[in-house]
């Protein structure tokens, strides 16, 4: 009876003990194969690196993007500062020879007297020369599609010809792929699965292709009735005879007007007459609340600028450019200076692409007053060498008088005045502005000998010293310019580029500075000659000339086979979607 307790008593210290030790090996094991765990993808990379630098690996990647100043090398992005790749007029790839050379491990050496560069990468040498398709690889004389060149001081080479010399691996994908080109010095095959891979990666680093970019995007700018969508402009319009709407800003938020852009891109949105929108576009159907609840598929918008604005006078609706980018699933992003664009991807650290869309809205200009009515005809009504004070029959002064039946038609103008004749005539020109009407330069003094026969700084002082007394008395400074007698040269030109003038002549001429007093001739010459997009040249100084356009308006206007409207030049431009460019002659704008 005794043997049980005895025994049980002498064994379970022994079997504690044994457990201690169990326990202290599963630490030792767990230890281990943390370390195997930790060892093995070290190991890994070490022997990878290894056998990349003895047979050549392919962790040596570089890739190009066509007119990005940004390339792209393992994972990280490489800056090219301004020699950004370019294809040429048969699509060869060059890139800039000192990037690829450096970036692959290539020593580059230049000699200035023959003309030629060489790249040696370990044994092997290679020596192009500029304007030549030779390339000379160790003994060995090889025939390059293109040769060299030399661009603002940075020599490009053809990058699959420079690069397969050497044996490296080059893959090249279009530019609705994203227009790169592929490097590896790895000598195993650059396959169509490994270069999506690599492209794949690239295009996170580098962002979309210039025509990538042009397909999917859509531009607007504030104030513009315009839109840019796959590199076409159109106008927003809700339908056909309607004005155009432009986008606007309100409280440093950019809104766009919804039932016309959306119908500008192919697209429909219909009120319901109470508080709801709905938005078909690309196939997905949205809703829009006037408490600017959105719902796009069937899912709930939310996220910062999310807003709607309703345009009391005008009744249009209009909904934030974030929310506008929610309606055409894209992404929105702001180019500064106005300009904003939706795309398929999220540009943000993508400057080159930023600034490329940047490029595309010069024919994003301003919209037109709403006071202009939708014509057939359009005609911009342009007077020379006033204004003009009191005379016999108008003592209130003729400009007054010629600005007066301008208003009682509805029709705007463009004077080109002289800043001597300013000087003396001036109690009007608060009206010119308030009226809708343009101002323009047509120089100090009216030089008769005109413009190319006179020094630059002379032209310049002309032209200079007249915008600044006509921002002293009409509260702003012109926006175009007229030379005397419709006369420049090279030289005007340039310095009406200096100045951010446009040149304006005319492609129908009244004669008026010949009859002067004879407003039948002014209406004849008139009715006989415009055409849509005429520009009309006539005086702010005779008698004729006042009768006679506005017989010619009211004829006009009565016509029942087209419309007419009488707009100003840069009004004219803008309807017709043609940016006015400093330095540039208009004669009409079509």
Partial sequence: MSYQPAYRSAYRP??????????SHYGVLIALILMIIVA?????????????????????????????????????????????????????????????????????????????????????????????????????????????????GTTFVPAR????????????????????????????????????????????????????????????????????????????????GKRST??????????????????????MASFDGKDEWTVEYNGIQSTVRSDGKTEVGGDRVKGDGIQVYQDEESGKFYVSAQLFAALTGKNYTDLGEGAYAFTNMPLDGFDSQKAYLASMESGLTKAV?????????????????????????????????LLDGLKERGAHATFFMCGYRLKDFNSHCARYLAEGHELGNHTMNHPMEMLPALSEEKIREEVESNSQLIEQYCGERPTVMRPVGGAYDDKVKAVMKELGLPIINWDVDTLDWKTKTDPVSVKNNILNQVKDGSIVLMHDLYSGTIEGVLAA??????????????????????????????????????
């Fill in 40 to 152: 093995v993808p070290v190991a890994f990379h070490i022997i990878k690196g290894i056998s990349s630098a003895i047979f050549g690996g392919d962790q040596n990647q570089l890739v190009y993007q066509v007119d990005n100043p940004r390339a792209w090398q393992d994972g990280d992005a490489v800056d090219l500062g301004n020699a950004a790749p370019y294809r040429n007029s048969n699509g060869t790839v060059y890139v800039p020879i000192d990037s690829l050379c450096g970036n692959l491990g290539m020593e580059l050496t230049w000699d200035e007297s023959g003309k030629t560069a060489t790249a040696k990468y370990k044994k092997d040498t290679a020596t192009v020369q500029m304007g030549s398709t030779s390339l000379r690889f160790n003994e060995e004389d090889k025939t390059m599609s293109a040769a060299p060149e030399v661009k603002e």
């Fill in 369 to 401: 007053g709403a006071d202009i009515p939708e014509a057939d005809v359009y005609v911009a009504l342009t007077f020379d060498d006033g204004p003009t004070g009191a005379k016999d029959g108008y003592p209130d002064g003729m400009t007054a008088t």
């Fill in 246 to 267: 432009a986008a606007i800003e309100v409280d440093g938020v950019k809104y766009v007007p919804l039932k016309a852009a959306i119908a500008s891109l192919g697209g």
């Fill in 14 to 23: 022994y079997r504690r003990r044994r457990r201690r030790r169990r326990n």
């Fill in 553 to 590: 308006i009211d004829e006009l206007q009565s016509r029942t086979d087209k419309t007419y409207a009488f707009v100003t030049v840069s009004e004219l431009a803008a309807i017709k979607g043609v940016s006015l460019e400093p330095g540039q002659v208009y004669s009409n704008i079509e």
């Fill in 161 to 240: 010809d420079f690069c397969q010399a050497f044996s490296w691996q080059v893959g090249e994908l279009g530019a609705d792929q994203g227009d790169l080109l592929v490097i590896s010095q790895s000598k195993k095959e650059l396959d169509e699965k490994k270069l999506g891979k690599i492209a794949e990666d690239a295009l996170a680093v580098l962002g979309p292709s210039k025509q990538q970019l042009e397909t999917g995007s859509i531009i607007m700018r504030t104030d513009s009735d315009k839109l840019v969508s796959s590199g076409e402009n159109r106008k927003m319009t809700e339908g056909e």
